[in-house]
C-alpha cells in the first residue's frame, strides 16, 4: 500500500527492507540485518534496496518433515542428498486424519484452557508435540517412528 516512506527510509527498517531480508534471491542473501533501525545496515555495508520481486525461503532444501529437528537443523551439517520419500496413500490418508484429531486437540486446548489443570494441559501439549513428531517420522518411512507413534495414541487414549 505505502511504496516509500520519503526521508524515514534512509533510517527506519520499513516493510521494503524487510523483505529483502527474508529473500532467498541471490540480491537479498545476508542483508538488511537491522531490526528497527536501517541506518546501521547502511553504515556497515549489509543494506541492500529492494529491486526485483523477492521470493521468500531457504536457499536449500530441509530434506525432513520432522519438527524438532527442523528447530535446531542449523546446527548440523553433512553432505547434501536429495530428499523424496515414497509414502503410500494409506500412509498419506492415516495423517490427514490423525492430524485432524491433533486439531481438534489443540482447539480444545485453547478453549478450555484457563480450567484445565496443569497437568492436563502439559499432557495435551505432550500429545499435540508427539504426534507431530510421528508425522515427520511417518512421511519419512524411519524404523524408528514406534518411539513416538504408539506414546501419542496412548495418551489419545488416556
Known sequence: VITNIGPLEWILNTPSHHRVHHGRNPYCIDKNYGGTLII?????????????????????PVNSFEPILLQVLSFVTGNEVPFNPSVPAYLNCYAVVHFVVIMEVYIDLLATVTILSQETILLRISIIILSLTSFGFLMENRQDIKLFFFPSLILIIL
Do not use: P
Not at 553504515?43 to 529492494?50: S, Y
Not at 529491486?51 to 536449500?60: M, Q, S
Open 40 to 60: 546501521w545496515d547502511r553504515i556497515f555495508g549489509t543494506f541492500e534496496a529492494e529491486d526485483a520481486k523477492v521470493v521468500y525461503g531457504l536457499t536449500h
